[in-house]
Nanobody
Framework: QVQLVESGGGLVQPGGSLTLSCAVS????????MNWYRQAPGKERDMVAR???????NYTDSVKGRFTISRDNAKNTVYLQMNNLKPEDTGVYYC?????????WGQGTQVTVSS
């Protein structure tokens, strides 16, 4: 079975940094495009960053220059390094992939940016 487990969330002050991890099992990780989504309080779940099997990346405009997505295929893990965090970055962050045209999600990890 496909499983995704996020970790690394927490409380951080504006301008601070945090790195999220997502451990993946049950698939051939190295050939999959991996995505990070976030859901702010009262808002829809939106894509934050994406990394393909080739290593190409894509980011939503609001995080460009601040967030970096990366992957370690030997560890079946995708990361999201978040720098210069802002209050609007607050939300639950989810790791995601598509397998046989179906979405798979982790349990989510809470990130709170507040002074």
């Amino acid at each position: 079975q496909v499983q995704l487990v996020e970790s690394g969330g927490g409380l951080v002050q504006p301008g601070g940094s945090l790195t999220l991890s997502c451990a993946v099992s049950g698939i051939i990780f190295s050939i999959k495009t991996m995505n990070w989504y976030r859901q702010a309080p009262g808002k829809e779940r939106d894509m934050v960053a994406r990394i393909t099997s080739e290593g190409s990346t894509n980011y939503t405009d609001s995080v460009k220059g601040r967030f970096t997505i990366s992957r370690d295929n030997a560890k079946n893990t995708v990361y999201l390094q978040m720098n210069n965090l802002k209050p609007e970055d607050t939300g639950v962050y989810y790791c995601n992939l598509v397998y046989y045209r179906r979405d798979y999600w982790g349990q989510g990890t809470q990130v709170t940016v507040s002074s």
